[in-house]
C-alpha cells in the first residue's frame, strides 16, 4: 500500500486543482496563470468589438501576482518544515 500511495498523490494534487477550478471559476473557466488570463483581456481591450464591456484591469493582477506569492509561501513553508 505504501507504494501506490505515493504514485496517487500526483492525481490527488491534480484533482484538487480540478475540483477547486470547478466550484470557483466563472462560466468561461479560471485563469491560474498569466498566459491563460492576460492574453484575452489584452485582445480585448485592443479589439474594436461594439458594445464590448470593460475588459476588467482591476483584477488583471491577481494572476499575475498569485503564482509568484504562491511559491515564495509555499518554498518557505518547505524550507521550515524540512527543518
Known sequence: LGELAVGVGPYLVGIL???IGLSLGGT????MSPARDLSPRIAHALLPI???G???WG???VPVLGPLVGAVIGGLLIRWYAL
Not at 28 to 31: E, F, N, Q
Open 59 to 61: 483584477y488583471a493582477w
Open 54 to 56: 470593460s475588459s476588467d
Open 50 to 52: 461594439p458594445g464590448k
Open 28 to 31: 468561461t473557466g479560471y485563469a
Open 17 to 19: 486543482i480540478w475540483s
